[in-house]
């Protein structure tokens, strides 16, 4: 069973900053897909933005030019970069990884909330 631990979460002024970080407890073999969704309070969760192991990503539009994701297959680990932050940003975050040949594990999640 992988394990998924985030760093990085927090509470920022809006048009602040924050990196997230998700490191696997194991090296990840194959292919797969790395990355992260959120959920508000009363919200259904959403992908914010994943990225394959060969580089392709997918970003939601909502955080598109704010939002960056990168992974360091060397270290088992996937960041998302979050520039200019919104109040709406605020949410749970999960790291979640889909091991084509193992199935799908997700972190315990992280806070990012967004207030003046």
């Known amino acids: 069973q992988v394990q998924l631990v985030e760093s990085g979460g927090g509470l920022v002024h809006p048009g602040g900053s924050l990196r997230l970080s998700c490191a696997a407890s194991?090296?990840?073999?194959?292919?797969?897909?790395m990355g992260w969704y959120r959920q508000a309070p009363g919200k259904q969760r959403e992908l914010v933005s994943v990225?394959?192991?060969?580089?392709?990503?997918n970003t939601a539009n909502s955080v598109k030019g704010r939002f960056t994701i990168s992974r360091d297959n060397a270290k088992n680990t996937v960041y998302l970069q979050m520039n200019n932050l919104k109040p709406e940003d605020t949410a749970v975050y999960y790291c979640?990884?889909?091991?084509?040949?193992?199935?799908?594990?997700w972190g315990q999640g992280i806070q990012v909330t967004v207030s003046s």
């Open positions: 194991e090296n990840i073999f194959g292919g797969n897909i």
């Open positions: 979640h990884l889909d091991q084509f040949s193992r199935g799908e594990f």
């Open positions: 990225m394959s192991n060969d580089g392709l990503r």
